[in-house]
T-cell receptor, first 116, second 114 residues
């Protein structure tokens, strides 16, 4: 079974530029997550989709971050314009369930973003 | 409020020593799930173990074992006879049945020296 795929693996941009990350979850998984992991910290949830609807985006900086999940499968996360503090690893994860409580979540290798 | 606390930031051991990682959590739910994930230098979060709140039986799986105590809200994880390949950052995480996400601790960096 293929895992969660993310691209690109690494990205370096200048501040105020735009960047987009792509995620392809495990086939059949209804729930998709984007996490931000700043160096030395645990992952923090940015946004969660269930099929193609947003369940939780309370910690997404909506003035610069946007995300979509078309047709309930692939997802893209965009930052426009980027700030220095956006330097982090962006992790995508998927989960088969749709009910309350996460019983299992599978993570991709992440995209390491450096903003200079 | 932080829901998962990993007080140890770094642990360094010599190969074959046992390593115990501490995790304390906070929740008002009676049903919840606790996890340990491993993050090697490659960056991917690898699922290790999951425990649900209504099963406090402690188990051993290979070199991994865990000690879940609801009375102290702790979910500690032990690697027995550590190996160099165990060097990674280990995260404890909580999922509440009335929530839909994993809340992670800050992680503990484990370094196993040959």
């Amino acid at each position: 079974e293929a895992g969660v795929a993310q691209s690109p693996r690494y990205k370096i941009i200048e501040k105020r530029q735009s960047v987009a990350f792509w995620c392809n979850p495990i086939s059949g998984h209804a729930t998709l997550y984007w996490y931000q992991q700043i160096l030395g910290q645990g992952p923090k949830l940015l946004i969660q989709f269930q099929n193609n609807g947003v369940v939780d985006d309370s910690q997404l900086p909506k003035d610069r971050f946007s995300a979509e999940r078309l047709k309930g499968v692939d997802s893209t996360l965009k930052i426009q314009p980027a700030k220095l503090e956006d330097s982090a690893v962006y992790l995508c994860a998927s989960s088969p369930g749709t009910g309350g409580g996460v019983t299992e979540a599978f993570f991709g290798q992440g995209t390491r973003l450096t903003v200079v | 409020a932080q829901k998962v606390t990993q007080a140890q930031t770094e642990i360094s051991v010599v190969e074959k020593e046992d390593v115990t990682l501490d995790c304390v959590y906070e929740t008002r739910d009676t049903t919840y799930y606790l996890f340990w994930y491993k993050q090697p230098p490659s960056g991917e979060l690898v699922f290790l173990i999951r425990r649900n709140s209504f099963d406090e039986q402690n188990e051993i799986s290979g070199r991994y074992s865990w000690n879940f105590q609801k009375s102290t809200s702790s979910f500690n994880f032990t690697i027995t006879a550590s190996q160099v390949v165990d060097s990674a950052v280990y995260f404890c995480a909580l999922s509440e049945v009335n929530d839909y996400k994993l809340s992670f601790g800050a992680g503990t960096t484990v370094t196993v020296r040959a």
